[in-house]
C-alpha cells in the first residue's frame, strides 16, 4: 500500500483471528443505556440467532512431529476453540440482557474431516442436504452453547 507517498507491505488476516462472531461488546448495557436516557420502549422478546458454519467438535489429526506440520494445526484447533469461547461469550452477554439465544452448527455426527479440499463437491452437497433436510423438518434451534450444563450455571439475567 501507499501512504504519504511511501509504500509498505500489508498483510490481511482472516477475521477469525480475533472474533468469529460477536454480538456486541460485553461492556456495553443496551437496556441499562436505555433505561438511563429515559427511552420507554414496548417490552418485547430480544432474540439472538447465531449461526456457526461449521462443528464444533475438534477433529482428530495425526501431525508429523515437525514445525510445519504442528504450527497450522495449533491455530486451527485453537481458532475452533475460540469460536466455541465466542458462543458462550454471545450466551453470556444475552442472558445478562435478558434476550433468548439461539445457536445452530453443522451437527457433529457428520463426517466432513475427510474431504479434498475446503470445498470438496461431495461433503458440500452433503451438507447442503443435511440443512435443506433440517430446516423441511423444522429446525430446532439450540437454547445453549454445546456441552452447557444449566444446573452449573447461576442465571444472573433476573437480577
Partial sequence: MEADRQSYDEMQ?????????????????????????????????????????????????????????????????LMKAQGVGDLYRIYTTARRDGFEFNVAYIPDQLDTANRADEFDNTVMNVLFETGYELA??????????PEFFPENYEDTAAQ
Fill in 13 to 77: 488476516v482472516d477475521g477469525a483471528m480475533t472474533n468469529q462472531v460477536f454480538l456486541y461488546g460485553a461492556v456495553l448495557r443496551p437496556l441499562k443505556m436505555r433505561e438511563e436516557l429515559g427511552i420507554k420502549q414496548a417490552r418485547r422478546t430480544v432474540r439472538v440467532f447465531v449461526i456457526r458454519n461449521t462443528q464444533i467438535k475438534p477433529h482428530w489429526k495425526e501431525v508429523k512431529p515437525l514445525i510445519r506440520s504442528i504450527g497450522p494445526r495449533a491455530v486451527s484447533s
Fill in 136 to 145: 423441511r423438518r423444522g429446525y430446532r434451534w439450540q437454547k445453549t452453547p
